[in-house]
């Protein structure tokens, strides 16, 4: 018997489903099956040359060593700088935390204002690490699911209580890929007011926006807000850098402070190499970005056209972020849709070699999420095995 116990904390979330199944799927791909991959949470585009050698001169002249525990001063103006032009908001260095990735900037966030017991608001469907993390600072996530196509504010106001800390925003949203609209954005705004309730706006995604819809923040509505709103952006899915880890928070001064606090006795400072790429897809490479924007509305066309051609599939367009949530419990018989899809994602991936993630990990398990940052033969190749799994012949 193992001399191991598991602690109440780990016991109390879950871990990761969509790196568990990418895992899976590496791992066949490996093993030499021929494996289209719709699972990934990352651009396939790879890290552009230039950023790779801005790091690579850093770290020879010596960029190798922890750097102050919130980034370098360099780093924090370049994320304030790219901040205040694309929010129209004037940001400042101390406003900024560089963390490993947003995701650890995300938790110590949640660290830093949630109490046992405060209840914190999701709107399904939601990315996976919410719940979890609001789990693991012993706050309660509050989930709101759309009777509707979407999320209303009413359908917000109706939850919120004296316990509520904290409104999570992400636009546009892993898994969805629906941007807010401004009107949307205000009623959740005016749900929360009366309250000392904190928006989390995950931005993660808000380069890769397509046209007519546009990335709105909270703070562009109401600057009175920035007291209690913290942003979160990464160079992850902009620049294609998510094994760089740099990611950052931007809010007042005081959370910055502890959440830094915070970091300092966790991680300390993020990689210095990864703060010199960082900084300099920010500052000198920023135009990659649209350029990766313009490469995925293609994909997302290709991926739409070719799921509207399977009968009892269904989907809201994404506007943003490179993610199909498709509805597909159409196919499974009886009440018990749930686990049918979900163990139809497991059936596809080792009979078929199609990797999805079953939306039950995003809060809706009818649902199945497809990446479409794959080239473009293997999004038709890998829908036209979906299809055959579905309606096998
Ligand atoms: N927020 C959302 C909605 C995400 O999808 C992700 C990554 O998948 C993150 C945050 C964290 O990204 P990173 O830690 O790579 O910056």
Known sequence: ??????????????????????????????????????????????????????????????????????????????????????YGVGAHEEEILASCGGKQAIYHFLQAVVEPGDEVII?????????EMVKMVGGKPIIVRAKGERITPEEVAAVVSDRTKVLILNSPSNPSGTVLTEDEIKGFMESIASKAAWILSDDTYYRLVYAPARFISPLQIDSDWRKRVCVIGSSSKSYAMTGWRLGWAFGPKELILAMTKLQSQVTSSPASPSQAAAEAALLEFDGVAEDFRTRLIKRRDLMVKALKDIPKVSYLKPDGAFYVFANISGHFAGGSA????????????????????PGVAFGDERFIRLSYSLSEEHISEGIRRIRHALLPK
């Open 338 to 357: 749930g686990p049918s899809v979900t163990s139809f994602c497991s059936q596809l991936l080792e009979e078929h070699g199609v990797c999805v993630i």
């Open 1 to 86: 018997m193992s001399f191991f116990k598991a602690s109440s904390l780990v016991r109390s979330f879950e871990e990761s489903q969509t790196l568990l199944l990418s895992a899976r799927a590496k791992k066949l791909a490996a093993e030499g099956r021929s494996i289209i991959n719709f699972g990934g949470g990352e651009l396939d585009f790879n890290t552009p040359s230039e950023i790779i050698d801005r790091a690579y001169e850093a770290a020879k002249k010596g960029q190798t060593k922890y750097t102050a525990v919130s980034g370098l001063p360099s780093l924090r103006k370049a994320i304030a700088r790219r901040i205040s032009e694309d």
């Open 123 to 131: 709107l399904a469907p939601y990315w996976v690490s919410f719940p």
